[in-house]
């Protein structure tokens, strides 16, 4: 059964950075997209990231430029690195998994099948 694991959330000062980390274990890395998203209370899920089995990547509109996604496919591993962090950025953050060979980047979290149980993030001013 496939499964993923976030860790890497914490409580941080603005202006610090994070590396959130997403572990997938049960399914193969190359066959989906993986992706990221948050959810800040009262707010509906944002996408934030995603790097599809091609290697291709593409960010959401949240991040503004600060946010990193990368893989190690041999820990079987993706990665947030979150910078310059704003209190806005305060949500857990979610990694899923999308199966399939995408043309484009889905951004719908419809469109995930697995999803993580999600990391805190909280940013204070």
């Known amino acids: 059964q496939a499964q993923l694991q976030e860790s890497g959330g914490g409580s941080v000062q603005a202006g610090d950075s994070l590396r959130l980390s997403c572990v997938a274990s049960g399914h193969t890395f190359g066959a989906y997209t993986m992706g990221w998203f948050r959810q800040a209370p009262g707010k509906n899920r944002e996408f934030v990231a995603a790097?599809?089995?091609?290697?291709?990547?593409g960010y959401g509109d949240v991040g503004e430029g600060r946010f990193i996604i990368s893989e190690d496919n041999a820990k079987n591993t993706r990665y947030l690195q979150l910078n310059a962090l704003k209190s806005e950025d305060t949500a857990v953050y979610f990694c899923?998994?999308?199966?399939?060979?995408?043309?484009?980047?889905?951004?719908?979290?419809?469109?995930?099948?697995?999803w993580g149980q999600g990391t805190q993030v909280t940013v204070s001013s």
């Open positions: 899923a998994s999308a199966r399939g060979n995408y043309f484009y980047t889905p951004k719908d979290s419809r469109e995930y099948e697995v």
């Open positions: 790097i599809r089995s091609s290697g291709i990547i």
